[in-house]
């Protein structure tokens, strides 16, 4: 049921935070909307903060509505608030209760962990994080009496980032000297300059194996941060992922240095995969951040017909009454499903049934469609049998079906997730769990991965979980499941 608050006009700003993965803010440090004042609260003046690393754990975003020290009206003032990350259609993802608080000059108030960073930038990053831009909203009401009229503010923060993607060779390899530096520079497109340096040595390590190190030399002062992800091509073309790594240049010596993923001596024993013609062979992928370049107030709109609020009718210019179009339609649609309002079928396993809409199932998933419209059994009938399929799974599918949305993701979730959508051809829930699969790779379930990625005929997965297998063989290859898996490919 909706609140009483949701029903009243208020203050909406919305803040886009563009490339937000390129963030320069590291635990403790935040990042701030544009200030905003809200006419119908005595002329207050506010700001949002946001940590994007933790305001005091790094697992959490932290969020924050903050009353401006040089804000007007009274030393107090009471409002009634409302902070919650959206989705690119406007739906909301999460939001925290609405509060009321006294807002003194210089207040802060919020959540210091008001999401988890993995919800936001791995397993849920296709819906929280769409073009890489994080969309928070904040809503404020007064405390007493009503606003006048719905105002809505738009702002944007756009984080500068630069991609550059080479490839990098070093040709005869296997001779190459202790100490000798193999260099690579990246310059500008737009000028042509030197963006950094990149050194290749190396390095005696334990056991006299030989380390492979890069040095990192900074030429752009302006590149406050940058991420590599940093790839092996071998024989048959195909990356083998090596690094993932982060750099922040904030100190006066702007020098960084890493190690490569093999060692000399891993290379050298695999000459022929790793090595062909005694090259080797490295793609990079860069992403240079410069920070903030771009802060605005895009739109301000008073009276506004997209406002979440109760609005009225809008009408054409023959005065004829029409509906306006919102984003609080996937809301609806899932109070019509917690409802089961309308519902003219029934997907029965062998513990539970759960009610749900024909057209909505055969919207989302061909086999659906196929199996109302055409002459099967289930085109006349309200109940589909699944018996194959677990409660929590069937349930897990109409809540993405509803929603969009995944919610407390696991391995054995997205596992079972994944053949349910490839079987009920639900491509869009494939492969987000495909994706969730692929970022979740560890030497204890690689193998299954390449299963069923194989079974499914996912190349796209199957060469993920190859590649990790390359990249983790000595751990991977002394297995239970490589055993398992060796067993199952004979047989």
């Not at 210091?112 to 009401?141: A, G, M, Y």
């Not at 296997?174 to 310059?187: M, N, V």
């Not at 089961?340 to 759960?354: A, E, P, R, S, Y």
């Not at 061909?366 to 929590?392: G, R, Y």
């Amino acid at each position: 049921m909706a609140s009483k608050e949701s029903e009243e006009k208020c203050f909406t700003f919305m803040w886009k935070l563009e490339n937000i993965s390129y963030c320069l803010q590291k635990k403790g440090e935040r990042i701030e909307s544009l200030s905003f004042v809200v006419d119908a609260i005595d002329e207050t003046k506010w700001t949002l903060w946001l940590y994007p690393r933790g305001a005091r754990d790094g697992n959490y975003i932290g969020y924050f509505l903050m009353r401006d020290a040089d804000s007007k009206g009274a030393a107090k003032v009471e409002i009634k608030y409302e902070l919650a990350f959206t989705a690119k259609d406007g739906s909301v993802l999460i939001s925290n209760p609405i509060l009321k608080q006294d807002f003194s000059k210089d207040a802060v108030f919020g959540n210091p962990e008001f999401q988890t960073r993995d919800n936001v930038f791995i397993s849920r990053r296709s819906v929280f994080l769409s073009q890489d831009t994080l969309r928070v909203r904040c809503k404020i009401w007064k405390s007493a009496g009503e606003m006048t009229e719905d105002v809505r503010c738009t702002s944007r923060t756009h984080i500068g980032v630069e991609k550059r993607s080479f490839l990098f060779t070093v040709k005869n390899f296997s001779t190459l000297e202790p100490e000798k530096k193999c260099t690579y520079q990246i310059k500008s497109v737009e000028n042509d300059a030197p963006l950094i340096s990149v050194d290749l040595s190396l390095t005696g390590g334990l056991s006299s194996e030989e380390i492979i190190r890069f040095e990192l030399s900074l030429h752009d002062q302006t590149i406050k941060f940058a991420t590599l992800q940093l790839y092996l091509i071998d024989a048959s073309g195909n990356r083998v992922e090596c690094n993932h790594d982060e750099f922040c240049f904030d100190s006066p010596v702007k020098y960084q240095q890493f190690t490569f993923f093999f060692t000399k001596k891993k290379l050298l024993a695999k000459k022929s995969i790793y090595l062909p013609y005694d090259i080797l062979s490295l793609h990079w992928e860069w992403a240079f951040s410069k920070g903030v370049v771009l802060e605005e107030t895009e739109e301000v709109q008073y009276g506004s017909s997209t406002s979440e609020n109760k609005i009225p009718g809008l009408k054409n210019v023959n005065n004829e009454k029409m509906v306006p179009l919102s984003h609080t339609f996937d809301e609806k649609l899932k109070s019509f499903y917690d409802k089961q309002f309308l519902c003219d079928v029934k997907l029965k396993t062998n513990t539970g049934i759960f009610p749900a809409h024909k057209i909505i199932l055969s919207a989302s998933s061909t086999v659906f469609e196929a199996m109302f419209s055409n002459d099967m059994k289930e085109k006349d009938s309200n109940c589909v049998n699944i018996k194959d399929l677990s409660d929590d799974t069937i349930s897990r599918i109409l809540l993405y079906i509803y929603t969009s949305r995944m919610e407390d993701v696991t391995w054995e979730s997205a596992s079972q997730l994944y053949v349910a959508a490839d079987k009920y051809a639900i491509l869009s829930l494939r492969n987000v769990c495909s994706s969730y699969l692929k970022d979740n790779l560890y030497p204890s379930n690689a193998c299954e991965v390449l299963l069923l990625a194989d079974f499914h005929g996912d190349g796209e997965l199957k060469q993920s979980a190859q590649d990790y297998i390359l990249k983790y063989d000595e751990d991977i290859i002394n297995s239970d499941e490589w055993k398992l898996l060796m067993k199952l490919m004979d047989s």
